[in-house]
């Protein structure tokens, strides 16, 4: 099944476009956040198999990645991106008794963030190889130069320093990823100010909320540190929560495993029905 692409207009009279892959059943929706370079249709073999499976998936493209072509790579306030999701969610649920969301990479943080700050938003949480802990960041010159540029030139662009093949080692999907025109490789030093509020955001709350979550980690993941995810997850203070490793996986499990993944979070979602039923 192919997606179709909507448009949502959020609070501050933006219009951002979603993709959206239906299922007969109303009842769960997965509301589903990408990485920082990547967009929606990263996401669309997993979503296929999902809303194959009864769940219907709305792919939300963050504000200046994706489709939205405005401003692309930006970022004012980490705020507005908790917002935009909040928007979203709002608005469509009266079509649908639980919302769940799954977020992958930087997008597995902006989760945990609107988890935190909206703690009856969603009835489940997927952190799929979360951007809590990155492995990756910029060298401490080219930080030097941001944190200049986030006080004097928000809006200049830098780097995003993850090279293709920390993605996935899968020839077909490298090359997808290469040639995508969609996919972001720089984003302002505004945006870099704002993602490190949301690090100190989530610090500052200690990694707790109260959605039931699992986490899905990648063996060989190069991006994301692992053991200080296990950390967390171990210290988070909830009943229903549960992680998974996916062996022998590169940082993008959802190109790798898409089945899998895809099956995971619909027993999760299951999961989490059964008990709240």
Known sequence: MSATVGEYRTQDGCSLKYRCWPADSQTDALIYLHGIESHSEWFAECARHISGMGIGVYALDRR?????????????????LLLDVLDFACGISGRHDRLHCAG????????????????????????????IFPRVAPAPGEKAR????????????????????????????????????????RVTASFYRESFKIDRLLRKRNYQWKTPTQVLLAEHDRIIDNEKLQTI???LEMEHKRILLYKGCNHSVQFERPGEV????????????????
Not at 64 to 80: D, K
Not at 168 to 179: D, F, G, H, V
């Open 64 to 80: 200046g990645s994706g489709m939205n072509s405005m401003e692309r790579g930006h970022c004012s306030s980490y705020r507005r």
């Open 104 to 131: 992958l990479s930087w997008g597995g943080k902006l989760a945990a963030a609107v988890a935190s700050a909206y703690p009856a938003l969603f009835a489940s949480l997927t952190l799929i190889a979360p951007g």
């Open 146 to 185: 941001i944190a200049f540029d986030a006080l004097f030139r928000p809006r200049a662009l830098h780097p995003i320093p993850i090279k293709d093949a920390m993605f996935t080692s899968m020839p077909e999907r490298l090359a997808y990823i290469a040639n995508d025109p969609l996919r972001l490789r």
């Open 233 to 235: 997850f171990d210290s």
């Open 262 to 277: 895809a099956r995971d979070i619909v027993e999760w979602i299951g999961e989490v029905r059964q008990t709240d039923d």
